[in-house]
Every structure is written in C-alpha cells, then in structure tokens.
C-alpha cells in the first residue's frame, strides 16, 4: 500500500510539472506582449540615440575646427599687416638708397670738375712753357723768384691733389653706406620673402580647415537628417506600440484573461544613491491634522540635494501613466509590473518615458522635484497590489 501511494504521489508531482511547464511555456506573459511595434520602437530609439551621440560629436569637431580656422585667419590677417608695413619700409629704403646713389653721382661730377679744373691748371702751365715764354717758374727774374713761384706752384699741385684725395674720399665713403643700405635692403627683402611664403603656407592651411569644415558639415547635414528621418519613424513606431499595448490590454479585460502576470524579480529602490525617508507609510500628522500617508518620500536628508536626481523603474514593466500636473502627485510615472503591482512616482521635475512604453528595472524614468502637492524636493514613491497600496519598504530597501 505504502509503494502505491508513492507511486501516485510521485505521478501526481510528474502531472503538476508538466502542467506548470506548459503554463510557463505558453509564454502568454506581460512580458511577452511587447509585440513586434514595440520592438521596433525600443530598437529605433537606440538608433536615434546613437545617431544624437554621434552629430553631438560632429558638432564637437566643428567646434574645434572652426577655432582652427579662426585662429589660422588671424594669423594671416596680422602677417598680412606685417608684409604690408615691410612694403612700405623696402619702399622708403629704396629711396634712401636712390638718395645716396644720387649724391654718388654728384660726388663724382664734383669729382670729374675738380680734375678738370686741375687738368685745366697745368696745361696753362705747360701750354706758358711752351710758348717760349719762360714760364712761371723760369720767368722768375730771380732764383728767389724762381723758388717761389715753384713753391706756389707745388702748392697749387697739393691743393688740388688734396681737394681730389677729399673728393674721393668722400665718394668712397658714400659707396659704402649705399652698400650698407644694400645690405638692409636685401635683408628686408629676405624677410619678405619667407613672410609671402608663411602667408602661403598658412593660407595653404586655411583652404584644408575649410576643406574639412565644409566636409564636417556635410557629415553633419547627413546625420541631422539621418536623424529626422528616424525620428518621423520613430514616432509612428511609438504610436503603432502604444496602439498595441492598448490593443492587448483590451483584448485581455474582453476576453475575460486573467490580468497581466507579475514580471518576476525583486523591485528595487528608485533613487539610486539618495536613502533618507523623510516620512514612512502609514499614520503621520499633516499640518495638525491625522493623514495616512500611503507611500513613502525619499529626500537625500539634506533639503534640495536629491533635486532632479535620476528616478529608475523598480521593476520592468508598461508605463501606464506618464502626465505633467501642478495638483496632487504632481508630474507622475505610474508603471504596471503585471500580476497586480503597479508603482507611483509623483511630485517629479520632468519625465523621461512617455505612456505606453515598456521600461526595464533600473531604466532612468523621470527626475526628483517637487510639482504638484509638495513643499520640497523628494520622491513619493508609492507600491500598489491589487489596487491597494503597501508600503514600498516591505518589497524594495535602501540602496
Ligand atoms: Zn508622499
């Protein structure tokens, strides 16, 4: 008798595996609801936040590129600047060379009138000579006479030797300041040359960072209506998924199904890093007055420092609620896990999910504020089973 009931007990056990693998298996879930719309509105809205990422980069790059430019066209405004005082200080030391070019030339008629002048002096001389008349020298009645007018006449020579000796002095010297005004010149010249080159090179540079500029915001163009493009799908996607949900879920209630499963795994806390509570669920006074308070507030202990902290979904499941409001919970996310659990997050400063999407535990759904019905920064976090709420500390803790 014993081995019999072992017997049955042991197909009894079998039997109820089997049934729940099938209940399992048949995989009609909440989870499993997420039908094809939605997939392809989460998989879309991965597309466009990569694409954000990447015309965010883009626009980064333009930035720095265009610095570049900026900076490559002051460069060549202020050589342009440079080149053109340069011009004007080669034209000035062209004149001060032709100035010294044109004394040259004067020196050297002093020069050739002095020796004409001289040249002149002693032909006379030679020419007296000549003539039979005894000249200056040999006329001398006396040989006193005679020394004289040789002394005068050597003086005379010296004279005029010397003024040629002065005058060619003064040539050479001007010969070489003309070569030092050369030398300036030249160097001036050298200067601006290797500045047209700089300004070459940089003006060189300035057609390539134009060049990448203009590539940058083809790219740019591209990506942004890359972006639009998704976007408008995006959008269609989203409201073909919220169609969808709304569809299941009306198909659930007519169909009399039972509601949605519960998604399974622990719920978590909603404000990642923030743990203080500033008031529990259950009975509390509230502006003297006896209120029960069905939730809990989450605040970062110092006031205003948990304000637009990350809030997170405590658990997977559909955003059935996603409104602004300046009443009562303020703006609020209100998500069902399935199997009669549903979590409230009110008094928010902006959303980030809108009704209708499907969220995973952890996703960021919305911001800590203090809209609605609320004195300062926290987070009502309220924890509904079948339409009643609990408290949340006895199915999430502090993290
Ligand atoms: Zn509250």
């Not at 081995?3 to 197909?11: P, V, Y």
């Not at 460069?75 to 080669?90: A, P, S």
């Not at 996607?237 to 009306?250: G, I, T, V, W, Y």
């Not at 199997?339 to 999910?353: F, M, P, Q």
Request: aromatic share 8%; proline share 2%; with cysteine.
């Amino acid at each position: 008798m014993k081995k019999k009931t072992f017997w049955l007990r042991l197909t009894a056990v079998l039997l109820l595996c089997t049934a729940l693998l099938t209940l399992t298996g048949s995989g009609d879930g909440f989870i499993a609801r997420a039908g094809k719309a939605q997939e392809r509105y989460e998989e879309l809205e991965k597309e466009l936040e990569g694409l954000e990422e990447s015309i965010s980069k883009l626009a980064d790059q333009t930035a720095d590129v265009t610095a570049r430019r900026t900076a490559l066209a002051q460069q060549i405004t202020v050589l342009r600047e440079q080149i053109e005082l340069l011009k004007q200080q080669i034209e000035a030391q062209q004149l001060v060379i032709w100035e010294k070019q044109h004394e040259i030339m004067l020196k050297k008629q002093e020069m050739t009138a002095t020796d004409a002048l001289f040249r002149e002096r002693i032909r006379s001389l030679y020419m007296v000579r000549n003539d039979g008349i005894l000249s200056t020298v040999l006329g001398a009645n006396t040989y006193a006479e005679a020394l004289t007018a040789a002394d005068t006449l050597q003086r005379i020579t010296q004279a005029d030797t010397e003024l040629l000796d002065t005058l060619q002095q003064q040539k050479l010297e001007l010969e070489a300041q003309e070569a030092e005004q050369q030398l300036r010149l030249e160097e001036m010249e050298a200067s601006w040359a290797a500045m047209d080159e700089k300004q070459n090179m940089l003006t060189g540079s300035l057609r390539e960072v134009e060049g990448t500029l203009n590539e940058l915001s083809q790219q740019e163009e591209d990506a942004q209506a890359e972006y639009d493009r998704l976007y408008e799908e995006y959008k269609r996607a989203k409201e073909e998924a919220e169609r969808e949900f709304q569809e299941s879920l009306q198909q659930g209630q007519g169909s009399g199904n039972a509601p949605p499963e519960y998604v399974g795994g622990e719920f978590i806390w909603p404000t990642p890093g923030y743990t203080y509570i500033s008031s529990y669920y259950g009975w509390r006074t509230l502006y003297g007055q006896p209120d029960f308070h069905n939730a809990i507030d989450i605040t970062g202990g110092i006031p205003g420092v948990i304000a637009n902290a990350a809030i997170v979904a405590s658990n997977d499941g559909y955003v059935t609620m996603a409104k602004y409001g300046d009443t009562g919970y303020g703006n609020r996310v209100y998500i069902d896990h399935g199997g009669g659990y549903i979590t409230r997050y009110g008094h928010c400063s902006s959303l980030a999910v809108t009704a209708g999407q499907y969220v995973k535990k952890g996703d960021v759904i919305a911001y800590v504020g203090k809209s609605g019905n609320s004195t300062g920064y926290h987070l009502h976090f309220e924890m509904r089973v079948n339409g009643v709420a609990v408290n949340p500390l006895d199915y999430v803790s502090a993290r």
